[in-house]
């Protein structure tokens, strides 16, 4: 089992950015929607691996050198993501911790394999990341065929014999997440009463909840990201349709209730168990309470994905992406979201999911039943 790492006198190095000292001899990246609707979860990710790399150049770095830190900016697009992926790849980059849209990590990853290019995902849940078998793409958080099923059975057991109505916004990781939902609804004798789409990016989508009216749905199920969700669920409460509305774990941002304000209130969304709870992450949440800074959402993912590749490097003596990913696949690591074992498609050996409710401004963990 991978040693944890330690915080030692609360004295931490300093991160190394791009165009830092140029005595840093190992570059790794953090790729994300820095920029644009989705920014937000990017500053979770650029958060979470600045602390990373802070925390691991103060324990020495990796195979004796320094760890210097690339930022890269998808706005989760998938061309941008391309882009991105060949500059990481200019740089020479050893890991890229990202991306978080599934819609960008997919493509961008064809690049890093070509590279030979370590890809860790903190975030992307599509099947379709790992299933397509590269031995160097990898992620530590659930897949959309798993949180589906959790959050169909869920809406089965809170709303049963309602009215059932799931949108999405026609984007990978949003259409996988909610043809899983529709898949295991299905399964189980549930026909929806409306299947629907819209466009993200839009700021009006008024016509699809006179649709919901129309059709005196009980409950929505959307697929996708807080921005379209908080617009849809605000228009919703503006034309007095007070449903209750559930989604997946890309509602887990603060700025979510800054959008939907009130009309945000009782708002379901699916993610794993709060990882700030956990008391091996107590040390690393700390000291980033002390900067003024809550680690919400994937912050702590994201330093996980580093910590576990620094623990697998220093199994494997290389920061080689094949010697990497064969240490990834064959040892336990102690991380700041629990312990992390690697399949052979790169996914998580164990994962689990649990349901919040956004209340008064911000979202807690909840039991079965709300």
């Known amino acids: 089992m991978a040693k944890t790492w330690t915080i030692a006198g609360g004295v931490f190095a300093s991160v190394l950015l791009a165009g830092g000292s140029a005595s840093a001899d190992v570059v790794i990246a953090v790729a994300g929607p820095m920029s644009g609707q989705y920014a937000a ?32 900016d998808d706005a989760c697009d998938p061309k941008q993501a391309v882009a991105v992926a060949n500059n990481l790849a200019r740089k020479k980059v050893v890991l890229v911790a990202g991306h978080f849209c599934s819609g960008s990590s997919i493509p961008a990853s064809q690049v890093y394999v070509e590279e030979n290019i370590l890809q860790i995902s903190p975030a992307s849940t599509n099947p ?46 949003s259409k996988g997440l909610a043809d899983s939902v529709k898949a295991s609804l299905n399964k189980a004798g549930v026909q929806e009463s409306l299947y629907e789409t819209i466009t993200p990016g839009e700021r009006d989508y008024t016509s699809v909840v006179t649709k919901l009216k129309s059709l005196n ?23 007095g349709l007070t449903i209750p509305m559930m989604s997946g774990d890309a509602l887990n941002s603060n700025e979510f209730w800054s959008i939907t304000g009130a009309a945000g209130e009782g708002y379901l969304f699916t993610f794993g168990p709060d990882p700030r709870l956990k008391p091996e992450a107590q040390t690393v949440v700390e000291a980033f309470r002390k900067t003024g800074y809550d680690p919400e ?11 576990a590749w620094a623990d697998a490097v ?35 050996k164990s994962t689990d999911y649990v349901v919040y409710r956004w209340h008064e401004g911000a979202y807690t963990q909840i039991a079965d039943k709300p």
């Open 41 to 72: 979860f990017g500053d979770q990710m650029r958060q979470g691996a600045e602390m990373a790399v802070k925390h691991l150049n103060a324990a020495g770095g990796v195979v004796g050198q320094t760890v210097v830190l690339e930022v890269g």
């Open 297 to 307: 959402g994937y912050t702590l993912y994201t330093y996980a994905a580093i910590q």
């Open 314 to 348: 220093k199994t494997a003596g290389s920061v080689s992406a094949p010697k990497v990913a064969g240490a990834l696949r064959a040892g336990s690591f102690k991380t700041v979201i629990g312990e992390l074992g690697f399949n052979a498609k790169g996914d998580r």
């Open 128 to 173: 379709t990341l790992t299933d397509r078998g590269y031995a160097t793409v990898f992620r530590v958080c659930g897949r959309d065929d798993q949180q589906g099923p959790y959050a169909a059975d869920f809406l089965m057991k809170s709303f049963a014999g309602t009215r059932v109505a799931i949108i999405h916004d026609k984007q990978s990781y």
């Open 217 to 239: 749905v009980d409950v929505l199920y959307y697929g996708g990201y807080h921005t379209e969700a908080a617009l849809i669920v605000r228009q919703m409460r503006e034309q």
